[in-house]
């Protein structure tokens, strides 16, 4: 089994910081893809930022140059610094990775974390 566990969600000001972690652990060949997606109340879930395992980025327009992704593959885990937060930055954050396992290298499947909240106040 594989788990993602997220961790470093909260409370946050109007252009303070946060950092939000997620570890992978489990039975894991390989993961490719790691990445943060949020959902805000009455929203639907959409991609904040995506790494791969050679670290190349992407970022959804709204968190350009004010968030920040990276990985260290040697902990299985994903990083996301949330800088100059605003208040729609408020959702419930989720981690994704795409990966392989032991037990299924030729298969790569998809895994969420269980989400950590962020709140933004003005």
């Known amino acids: 089994q594989v788990q993602l566990v997220e961790s470093g969600g909260g409370l946050g000001q109007a252009g303070g910081s946060l950092r939000l972690s997620c570890e992978a652990s489990?039975?894991?060949?390989?993961?490719?893809?790691m990445g943060w997606y949020r959902q805000a109340p009455g929203k639907q879930r959409e991609l904040v930022a995506i790494?791969?395992?050679?670290?190349?980025?992407n970022y959804a327009n709204s968190v350009k140059g004010r968030f920040t992704i990276s990985r260290d593959n040697a902990k299985n885990t994903v990083y996301l610094q949330t800088n100059s937060l605003k208040p729609e930055d408020t959702a419930v954050y989720y981690c994704?990775?795409?990966?392989?396992?032991?037990?299924?290298?030729?298969?790569?499947?998809?895994?969420w974390g269980q989400g950590t909240q962020v709140t933004v106040s003005s």
């Open positions: 790494i791969t395992r050679g670290g190349s980025r």
């Open positions: 994704n990775a795409r990966l392989v396992t032991m037990g299924s290298i030729r298969v790569e499947h998809e895994y």
């Open positions: 489990g039975s894991i060949f390989s993961i490719n893809d």
